[in-house]
């Protein structure tokens, strides 16, 4: 069984997820295991905190927190790569501890896409190592992948006290420091510029008109058009600025900013919406969105004019457009034309496009009515809640500072950050829901499952004998050694929380065989399943920028091999230094 299970996990035909639910099955109706230990993973502390820690996830992403921590670290662009890439790579790396690593490579890679874009320089000269260098970072804390309490889950479940917050951090601090100065140091020399297939998409797309605003108090004040990262958008570009009830066009790039400045972008609908995140600037139209309702239930729409509707002809002021919708309107697009002047001022025309921020069902009030043609929700897009940032971050804090003083373990902590965020109405219910990656969630807990069968069927002793006889004339390092080097090829073959399940019970059943420290060898896996460089497939946030730098399946190998040298090697000094392996 053991056999079909990793030849599916390796083939990659179906969700790992899947995949450890059918081999779950099989071993508990086999009577392999019994009922207690096919569903200990679903009562397990690992998977409920891992879930907890993507709604936290979720509301950094939907609140803009930490974003001006991302925007000071990519900063303006310099033409030192090198230098470049230690601006971007080690706060990545540090902020990794403290967030799920996928998560905020989730957020980092669209971002490091358009500012690399913006400032003239290839994706795929960043994408990469920003997610090495948050996968370095997921060693620090017990917090920073789901593999860290996928592996403290089955200590508890072994009988042993779990992971504490840093308890690694002494092992994956100064691993993640040599990983990522090695990144630095490489990154130039050993990746290619890469072109993604959807670089030339935007250039297709329905062009939108949108106002933005230097407001009061911006950063972007006294700056320069391109010292304020505002030329070379990707699918989007500024065509004018408003100031003092005139029109400053072409925008030239030493025109220095000042409050007030109404600035007009355009660009495709996708990309006039990322300009919200852009530090220092707020939608012109961002005053006027309390008339499409409360912050929570505010959503993008795309309506589309229809020829007889009372719009037409019409100014958006004329029809106090806010009021009588209860919708704000962010962009206008106008095929063959484009729109200029206030978007309020605008006459609207038959078959004009508006983007709008409006409260939930807004679509299903206005379907029927002749006012649009059209009303349909634009997928994925939300305003972001600045004003609710601020307690994202506090409540990142209050977790590690809670955590980390032993007041609560990480479980409690999570979970009471998770609901207290929910509670405070920071992150909606159905979003807090979304977050949560649920494939990740079920291939942890039914991982369980499959390492009690490995255990209970003396697999794991027999395997035990062959690491013992194969490494056991090196030593306990080389037994150590033995252990850490076949997780690593293992989580690239197969997910690396299935890598460190499987690994789990071998490790165990070695270290009492050879009397050794478990935990040192637990340690090994742990760190072996999480640092996977050599595949797109063997890490989940190698696979997310995949496709995004455009780049080849060797590129990953070409970089990460000296990585996982460098990884294995800082695991083997360190690990018998601070956890040592004599029982």
Not at 56 to 83: D, I, K, N, V
Not at 166 to 192: H, N, Q, R
Not at 304 to 332: C, Q, W
């Amino acid at each position: 069984m053991l056999v079909v299970l990793i030849a599916a996990l390796a083939w990659d035909r179906f969700s790992p997820s899947v995949v450890m639910l059918f081999g779950l099955a099989a071993v508990y109706v086999g009577g392999i295991i019994d009922e207690s230990q096919a569903f200990s993973g679903f009562s397990n502390a690992a998977p409920i905190t891992v879930a907890a820690l993507y709604v936290l996830a979720g509301a950094s992403e939907r609140t803009g927190a930490l974003q001006s921590l991302t925007e000071r670290a990519f900063g303006r662009g310099t033409p030192h790569q090198r230098r470049q890439l230690a601006r971007m790579l080690y706060p990545t790396a540090a902020a990794s501890g403290v967030i799920a690593n996928t998560p905020l490579v989730g957020m980092l890679a669209p971002r490091a896409d358009a500012w690399a874009r913006r400032v003239g320089h290839s994706p795929s000269r960043y994408l990469m190592p920003i997610s090495y260098a948050a996968v370095f970072g997921g060693v620090i804390t017990v917090i920073g992948t789901s593999t860290n309490l996928t592996v403290s889950g089955l200590l508890s479940e072994d009988g042993q006290k779990p992971l504490g917050l840093f308890e690694i951090t002494a092992v994956g601090l100064p691993t993640a420091i040599v990983g990522v100065t090695l990144l630095v140091l490489l990154a130039p020399k050993l990746l290619p510029n890469r072109i993604a297939p959807s670089e030339d998409l935007a250039t297709s797309s329905r062009e939108f008109i949108v106002e933005m605003e230097v407001f009061p108090g911006s950063a972007l004040v006294g700056r320069s058009v391109a010292d304020a990262g505002l030329r070379n958008l990707q699918g989007v570009y500024m065509v004018e600025i408003e100031r003092d009830g005139r029109a400053i066009a072409p925008v030239r790039p030493d025109v220095v900013l000042v409050e007030g400045d109404r600035l007009v972008f355009a660009g495709n609908a996708g990309r006039v919406v990322d300009l919200q995140a852009m530090t220092g600037l707020r939608p012109a139209a961002e005053q006027h969105f309390a008339a499409a309702g409360d912050a929570m239930g505010r959503r993008f729409y795309e309506a589309v004019v229809g020829n007889g509707s009372p719009l037409e002809g019409t100014t958006l002021k004329d029809v106090d457009f806010r009021s009588r919708y209860g919708a704000a309107v962010f962009a206008i697009h106008r095929s063959g034309e484009r729109v200029l002047g206030k978007l309020g001022e605008v006459r609207i025309r038959g078959g004009d496009v508006m983007l709008l921020v409006a409260e939930r069902g807004f679509d299903r009030r206005w379907r029927d009515a002749n006012d649009f043609l059209v009303v349909s929700p634009l997928d994925g897009a939300v305003p972001l809640r600045r004003n609710k940032a601020r307690i994202v971050e506090l409540a990142t804090l209050a977790l590690v500072l809670v955590a980390g003083l032993g007041l609560l373990d990480v479980t409690q902590t999570a979970l009471v950050v998770a609901l207290g965020l929910v509670a405070l109405r920071v992150i909606r219910p159905d979003e807090a829901r979304r977050s949560i990656d649920m494939n990740i969630i079920v291939l942890i807990a039914a991982s369980f499952g499959i390492g009690a069968a490995v255990s209970e069927s003396g697999l794991a002793i027999e395997i035990a004998d062959l690491f013992l006889g194969a490494f056991g004339g090196w030593g306990d390092v080389g037994i150590l050694a033995g252990v850490l080097i076949a997780t690593m090829i293992a989580t690239e073959l197969l997910s690396n929380n299935a890598a460190a399940v499987l690994m789990f019970p071998i490790a165990m059943a070695t270290a009492e065989k050879a009397d050794l420290e478990p935990r040192s060898l637990a340690i090994a896996i742990l760190m072996g399943a999480s640092l996977s460089f050599l595949t797109p497939v063997g890490y989940q946030t190698n696979t997310m920028v995949f496709s995004m730098g455009g780049y080849k399946f060797r590129d990953f190998a070409r970089l990460g091999f000296p990585l996982t040298i460098a990884s294995a090697a800082m695991s083997i000094l360190l690990i018998p230094l601070v956890f040592g392996l004599e029982a």
